[in-house]
């Protein structure tokens, strides 16, 4: 075709959309498939005997399949120990920040008290501070408590309103349910945190679910924290297990790439299986705070 | 009168969890934190009060300061702009009148949600310059392979790489929520004048999303001024310093080499930066950002 006809061909309006149309396709189809190769290949290393790790061209499908790599990891770290570790902190964590900061959320949306605003814009403002900035003398404070090497860092502080993003997510959603019920209930003749316990929290199950999912997400991935609070082996998360594992896998004797990639997909796994079921409050908590775990 | 004390008190209660937690988490040690920035302390016995050597110290004895810095701007230089507009042209693809969309949102937004040790551990295997996935897939393209994690010119963007998709997602999805809140008669104004897609895109969709970019505008420089796990997990801060960023100096003075006062000093400036950026943006986001209500 010459030029001018191409270009007649694509003034055509409908051929226009068209065009446009499926270039949108695929483009969209590049990006995202770039997005996912990574874990792709993750999985599929993971499952690769050793010399396969180390061929050109690479292979994507394992040949043969070694489910056995799973099984040498479970050997090599104790996991079902860091599951276990994490699974307790991210509960107790969160089961504080989700309770706590309904709470919270509730007084600053329905109670008018001198300073209100003004406190509000603080815990607006504790968003801005960085938290790498409180690391040390948190961590002088809970030494001093002794709370080192204990669980106690990575919970206790959580039972104090769990962080302006969840009060935010929380208030945001108690200023959209009206007032009405709670009058109703007073003149019923409930107090103000038995309005809120069996009058207002059982409407909030889809902020409270979103929270918890945030929550979840958060306290899993979180690694920083642990780093530095958990010594002791027997009190590892996943992540630090992973990172300990990455450490001895480098070491020596025959590389372990192959079971590293496995032991990241066990890592991975449990929040890829919750948020297959939960994707709708995943999206909602980002979308709604703007922060990653 | 006798209600309104009532319910001041009651609203006192309801807030007082944060308000407790504020006072001991939050405030005492960022007090704390600013006097033991002035002396020296390693854990043992009590901070021995040293006035501003730690300020001194870290502006005009420590090259590494400076390194630390240098490095995290660069970080913070490359990887805002890219994520910024990486994920707004992401979320006006997605905001197209396609099928799918949630399939491809669900795949741009898996990595945000995975820890980040596992996906930096899946990046350090991907870039490793033998045997990587990236390097055979440029080699098969005939492209010359790149040392990406072992060079000292390369480490910051193979981290800028890894911190793009682990995020990307993130980014966009905000955004696709700021783009679905642009009421549609606007464009469809603009179609009946003749607008063109770039007028369009100037003149309504970048105004009616301001307040989203602002949002994502500070988000993302706070989070990249502080960027921690990745370089801690991919580099340890290697090679040759060239991927030792502010946190991760912070972090070894503070817990490897047990500098507590010279610590708190790091983290105080580094608390003004990114402070002082971000007040710099609210200034100047009066002159960029549009709020329909006003």
């Given at each position: 075709?010459?030029a ?5 061909w694509?003034t055509?309006k ?9 270039l949108t396709y695929?483009i ?6 770039m997005f ?6 993750t999985v599929?290393s993971?499952l690769?005997?050793?010399?396969q790790?180390?061929?050109?061209p690479?292979?994507?499908?394992p040949?043969?399949i070694?489910?056995?790599?799973y099984?040498?990891?479970l050997?090599?770290i104790?996991c079902a ?11 107790l ?5 989700v309770?706590?900061?309904?709470i919270?959320g ?8 001198p300073?209100r605003r003004?406190?509000f814009?603080v ?15 948190q961590?002088?404070?809970y030494n001093n408590?002794?709370w ?6 990575l ?5 104090f309103?769990?962080g302006?993003?969840t009060i935010?997510l929380m208030?945001?959603?108690?200023m959209?349910?009206p007032?009405?019920?709670?009058e109703a209930?007073k003149?019923?003749?409930?107090g103000?945190f ?5 009058i207002i ?11 918890s999912i945030l929550s979840?997400?958060?306290?899993w991935?979180?690694?920083?924290s ?6 002791s082996?027997e009190n590892?998360t996943?992540s630090l ?5 990455q450490?001895?896998?480098?070491i020596?004797g ?7 990639m ?12 919750l ?6 409050h ?12 | 009168m006798?209600?309104?004390r ?11 969890p944060w308000l407790?937690?504020?006072?001991v ?12 920035s002035?002396?020296?302390?390693s854990?043992?016995?009590?901070p021995?009060?040293t ?9 005009f004895?420590?090259?590494?300061f400076w390194?630390?810095?240098?490095n995290?701007l660069?970080?913070?230089a490359l ?5 910024i ?11 197209q009148n396609?099928?799918g969309k949630t399939?491809y ?8 949600i995975?820890?980040?040790v596992?996906t930096?551990l ?5 870039l ?7 390097n055979?897939?440029l080699?098969?393209?005939g492209?010359?392979?790149v040392p990406w ?8 963007p193979?981290?800028v790489?890894?911190?793009l998709?682990?995020?990307?997602g993130q980014?966009m999805l ?7 809140g642009?009421n549609q008669?606007l464009y469809e104004?603009?179609?009946?004048d ?6 369009k ?6 105004p009616?999303?301001s ?9 993302s ?9 990745t370089a801690?997990?991919a580099?340890?801060?290697?090679p040759a310093n060239?991927t ?9 003075n503070a817990?490897e080499w047990?500098?507590m006062?010279y610590?708190s ?6 608390f ?6 971000t007040?710099?943006q609210?200034v ?8 329909e209500?006003e």
């Amino acid at each position: 075709m010459k030029a001018s006809k191409v270009q007649a061909w694509y003034t055509s309006k409908q051929r226009r959309e068209m065009f446009d149309r499926a270039l949108t396709y695929v483009i969209v189809t590049a990006l995202a498939v770039m997005f996912v190769i990574p874990l792709v290949w993750t999985v599929s290393s993971s499952l690769k005997s050793n010399p396969q790790m180390y061929i050109f061209p690479p292979v994507w499908i394992p040949n043969p399949i070694q489910w056995e790599n799973y099984a040498r990891v479970l050997q090599e770290i104790p996991c079902a120990l860091f599951f276990k570790n994490t699974l307790w902190i991210t509960i107790l964590a969160g089961a504080g920040q989700v309770l706590t900061a309904a709470i919270v959320g509730y007084g600053f949306a329905r109670f008018k008290f001198p300073g209100r605003r003004v406190l509000f814009m603080v815990l607006l403002g504790t968003m801005m501070i960085p938290r790498e900035v409180l690391l040390v003398p948190q961590f002088i404070l809970y030494n001093n408590l002794k709370w080192v090497d204990t669980f106690k860092p990575l919970v206790v502080p959580y039972y104090f309103g769990g962080g302006p993003f969840t009060i935010f997510l929380m208030r945001q959603f108690f200023m959209s349910v009206p007032t009405t019920l709670d009058e109703a209930a007073k003149i019923d003749g409930a107090g103000a945190f038995r309005t809120f316990w069996s009058i207002i929290l059982p409407l909030s199950k889809p902020v409270l679910a979103t929270a918890s999912i945030l929550s979840f997400q958060w306290h899993w991935n979180d690694f920083i924290s642990p780093l530095i609070y958990l010594q002791s082996r027997e009190n590892f998360t996943v992540s630090l297990g992973l990172r300990m594992f990455q450490s001895v896998a480098g070491i020596g004797g025959v590389p372990k790439d192959n079971l590293l990639m496995a032991a990241s997909v066990m890592a991975l796994l449990p929040i890829l299986i919750l948020f297959v079921f939960m994707q709708k409050h995943f999206v909602r908590g980002i979308v709604m705070t703007g922060i990653k775990g | 009168m006798k209600a309104s004390r009532r319910q001041a008190l009651q609203g006192y209660l309801f807030i007082s969890p944060w308000l407790i937690g504020f006072l001991v988490f939050t405030l005492g040690p960022l007090l704390y934190s600013l006097y033991v920035s002035f002396s020296e302390y390693s854990l043992f016995g009590s901070p021995y009060w040293t006035g501003l050597d730690n300020y001194q110290r870290a502006l005009f004895e420590e090259p590494l300061f400076w390194k630390s810095l240098k490095n995290t701007l660069y970080f913070v230089a490359l990887n805002v702009p890219l994520s910024i507009i990486g994920s707004l042209l992401l979320a006006m693809l997605l905001n197209q009148n396609i099928r799918g969309k949630t399939v491809y949102r669900t795949m741009f937004y898996i990595p945000s949600i995975t820890p980040v040790v596992a996906t930096t551990l899946i990046w350090v295997w991907i870039l490793r310059s033998d045997f990587g996935l990236l390097n055979m897939m440029l080699e098969k393209i005939g492209l010359p392979a790149v040392p990406w994690l072992s060079s000292t010119r390369w480490a910051i963007p193979s981290l800028v790489l890894i911190s793009l998709w682990e995020i990307g997602g993130q980014r966009m999805l905000i955004f696709l929520a700021g783009l679905q809140g642009i009421n549609q008669e606007l464009y469809e104004a603009a179609d009946i004048d003749g607008g063109s897609v770039l007028q369009k895109f100037f003149h309504i969709t970048l105004p009616m999303l301001s307040p989203t970019l602002l949002f994502n505008l500070i988000i993302s420089i706070i989070s990249s001024f502080n960027v921690f796990t990745t370089a801690f997990i991919a580099t340890k801060g290697g090679p040759a310093n060239a991927t030792l960023f502010y946190v991760l100096y912070l972090f070894k003075n503070a817990f490897e080499w047990f500098q507590m006062g010279y610590a708190s000093a790091l983290a105080w400036l580094l608390f003004i930066v990114v402070f002082a950026v971000t007040v710099l943006q609210f200034v100047l986001s009066k002159r960029w950002v549009y709020y329909e209500s006003e």
